[in-house]
């Protein structure tokens, strides 16, 4: 998602709903937004279905890559 998302969505969310009840599917669409702003594609809804409404233990796992020089990082 990146901190720039992270930031747009927590400020559009706190805007939107101050002093307001919410679901958690009005916290995860602000982020959806800020995302799309941003010309991201994230499927939040899968993660959220997978993360937290799903029982058991989740497993992360890293890759590593060199490329150009530079160490890529990401989680599975």
Known sequence: MGEDVLKAGMKAYFEKFALKNTELADFMGCFQEAAKIK?????LDSWMQSWLQTSGINTLTPQITVKDGKYIVSIN
């Open 39 to 43: 010309n991201l594609d994230l499927d």
